[in-house]
């Protein structure tokens, strides 16, 4: 094999990896573990519409949960935590309840104390748009509306990843 040959070869699988990457970088972003963030208007347990394009500057973290889920009711009071500890620097944290009757969601609000705003997703429209398939799921968003994490289901510690990820995202 010449060299010219050599590096035609070279080149071409260089080609075929590159392109490998793209497809499957392309199909982590249609599964929202990463891209841009769907918008989405939701109304809030204030009574106020929220809308996810307005909160554009600021990191989000949106957490899907449900009053009947166990290790969300678990997870609430470190996420009143997180939300307190970054408000004030470029953070904004928001539950997306998935429950059918809106008095549930309620329920859970007064008995859990929480503290940051709740948007009611009844018909789970928002939460397919996420393919949101755990309870709970968390998603962070960065400051020009991008997926950048993803978090399924809810174990003791996950609270130390969101905040170290939340930091990170406010820092760039």
Not at 84 to 108: C, K
Request: aromatic residues 8%.
């Amino acid at each position: 094999m010449t060299l010219s040959t050599m590096t035609s070869v070279r080149k071409s699988v260089a080609k075929l990896i590159t392109s490998s990457l793209l497809i499957s970088t392309s199909l982590v972003f249609a599964g929202q573990d990463e891209g841009p963030a769907p918008d989405f208007t939701l109304k809030s347990n204030s009574g106020e519409n929220i809308r996810l394009a307005e909160q554009r500057g600021n990191v989000v973290m949106l957490n899907f949960w449900a009053s009947w889920c166990a290790p969300c009711r678990q997870e609430m009071p470190h996420l009143n935590n997180i939300s307190a500890e970054y408000s004030d620097l470029g953070f904004t944290l928001m539950g997306v309840n998935v429950d059918e009757n809106q008095a549930d969601a309620d329920r859970a609000i007064n008995d859990l104390k929480v503290a940051f705003p709740v948007l009611f997703d009844s018909d789970n429209q928002v939460a397919e748009l996420f393919s949101v398939d755990a309870m709970p799921t968390t998603i962070l968003i960065d400051k020009d509306g991008n997926v950048r994490h993803l978090h399924r289901g809810y174990k003791s510690g996950y609270e130390d990843d969101y905040a170290r990820q939340v930091a990170n995202l406010i820092r760039e």
